[in-house]
C-alpha cells in the first residue's frame, strides 16, 4: 500500500502511525516532507524502517520548505508526474488526514 | 506578541499571523513575533515557492523592519529538534531557550496564536 501523508511529523503522529501498518511505500508531501529531513526529529523512525517501507517525497514542496538539500539518503524525490505513477504503481493508495 | 506555531503553506495561519503583523504595525502596535514548533519552518532560508504556486514569505519577513517590527524571537529547543540553527534563518532573530521564551509571553499584555 502507498501511505500519503501531508502532516508534519511534530505536530501530528499521521507518519508514526503508517510505519506500523507493516510495509509498503511512504509518499510524503506538503508538510509531511519534513519526516524526510536529515537531522529532524523524524529520522530515527525513517531510518529504522528503511527495510519495510520505500520512502518518496515530492520535490515541489521540499523546495517550497528550503529543505531539498537536506534530504535524507535512501528518501526518493519525485515531481507531480513520480507522484501520478506512485499511485498508478500501488494497488491501493491511502491518502493520511 | 503574535505566537507562531504551525508550518508554513501547508495551512493558512502562518501567512494570516503575517498579514495581521503588517496590520498592527500600520496601526503602531508595539508588535513582536513569536516562532516556537513548527512554525520556526517560517524562517527556514531558501524557500523557492513556484512549483506549488503560492508567495514565498522570505522577502515579507525581511520587509518587517521597515514596519518597525524588529523583535523577532525563537525557541531554541524547536530549531535543535527540527535539525536547525539560527544560521538557517532567512532574517536576523533572537534566539531563546523555552523557559526566557516562557517569561517573555508573560509579560506580555495580549497573545495572538497562530
Given at each position: 500500500m502507498l501511505h500519503i501523508i501531508n502532516k508534519s511529523p511534530f505536530d501530528r503522529p499521521a507518519f508514526y502511525s503508517a510505519l506500523k501498518t507493516g510495509e509498503g511505500a511512504i509518499l510524503l508531501i506538503e508538510d509531511g516532507v519534513?519526516?524526510?529531513?536529515?537531522?529532524?526529529?523524524a529520522e530515527a523512525k525513517l531510518k529504522a524502517a528503511e527495510g519495510k517501507f520505500k520512502f518518496y517525497a515530492l520535490i515541489a514542496d521540499l523546495e517550497a520548505r528550503g529543505i531539498a538539500d537536506r534530504v535524507i539518503d535512501g528518501v526518493t524525490t519525485v515531481d507531480y508526474a513520480g507522484f501520478v505513477n506512485l499511485v498508478a504503481e500501488y494497488k491501493t493508495n491511502q491518502s493520511w488526514l | 506578541m503574535f505566537v507562531n506555531r504551525k508550518a508554513p503553506y501547508g495551512t493558512i495561519y502562518a501567512w494570516e499571523s503575517l498579514e495581521v503583523v503588517l496590520i498592527a504595525a500600520a496601526f503602531e502596535q508595539d508588535v513582536s513575533m513569536a516562532f516556537l514548533d513548527d512554525g520556526v519552518?517560517?524562517?527556514?532560508?531558501?524557500?523557492?515557492?513556484k512549483s506549488i504556486g503560492v508567495k514565498a514569505f522570505e522577502k515579507t519577513f525581511g520587509a518587517l523592519e521597515d514596519y518597525d517590527v524588529t523583535k523577532l524571537y525563537v525557541d531554541q529547543e524547536s530549531l535543535a529538534e527540527r535539525g536547525?540553527?539560527?544560521?538557517?534563518?532567512a532574517v536576523p532573530v533572537e534566539v531563546l531557550p523555552r523557559a526566557e521564551m516562557g517569561k517573555l509571553m508573560e509579560e506580555q499584555d495580549v497573545l495572538l496564536s497562530f
Open positions: 519534513y519526516a524526510a529531513v536529515k537531522g529532524g526529529g | 519552518y517560517q524562517l527556514k532560508k531558501g524557500h523557492q515557492t536547525l540553527t539560527a544560521d538557517d534563518l
